[in-house]
């Protein structure tokens, strides 16, 4: 079950490990106005991504795109990382559901740490990220983010941090 909601409210859970406290760290950072690493991802280039090595094993992808319609959707989960996704400007519809809810488009690609999926149902859960939320996705959480709100397309900025599941320790 993917955990989404203000990035304040997970100031706890970050905290319990040295490993997740340079989480933390990033994505306080990220969200400070006038910050060098906020700066740095909302003015990237649409489709430059960057990849920043936070150690640990951890990474993120700092990101810039337009947000398209729910038919252009991608739906993927992953299995060696916990996606921490957090929206530092704009706003799209997250869209999420369970395994069970989605039919295989592409097996499991260890290189990419991907698989790919298309909903069985024209539509899933799905809710609105915008500055400041977070959504957590556990291997188990099909996902497609970047999808727009309303009619027109919009630019957001995103921060994707990639955490070894083996240093989150959680019991959903």
């Not at 038919?71 to 799209?92: C, M, P, R, T, W």
């Not at 039919?103 to 698989?115: C, G, M, R, S, T």
């Not at 996902?143 to 995103?158: C, D, F, I, N, W």
Request: glycine content about 6%; hydrophobic content about 40%.
């Amino acid at each position: 079950m993917a955990i989404v909601g203000s990035l304040d409210r997970f100031e706890g859970l970050c905290k319990k490990t040295q490993a997740l406290q340079c989480v933390w760290d990033y994505m306080k950072s990220a969200m400070q106005e006038g910050n060098e690493a906020r700066e740095r991802i909302t003015k990237l280039p649409l489709k430059s991504p960057q990849k920043l090595d936070l150690g640990n094993g951890i990474f993120v992808i700092e990101q810039a795109y337009m947000t398209k319609p729910y038919e252009e959707a991608f739906f993927e989960s992953h299995q060696k990382y916990i996606d921490f996704q957090l929206v530092l400007a704009g706003k799209e519809i997250f869209a999420t559901g369970e395994k069970g809810d989605f039919a295989l488009v592409e097996p499991y690609n260890e290189a990419k740490d991907l698989i790919v999926y298309s909903p069985l149902e024209k539509e899933c859960s799905s809710l609105v990220l915008h500055q400041g939320f977070l959504a957590i996705l556990f291997p188990y959480d099909v996902h497609a983010g970047s999808l727009k709100v309303g009619k027109e397309s919009e630019r957001v900025s995103k921060s994707v941090i990639k955490v070894p599941v083996e240093l989150v320790k959680h019991s959903l």
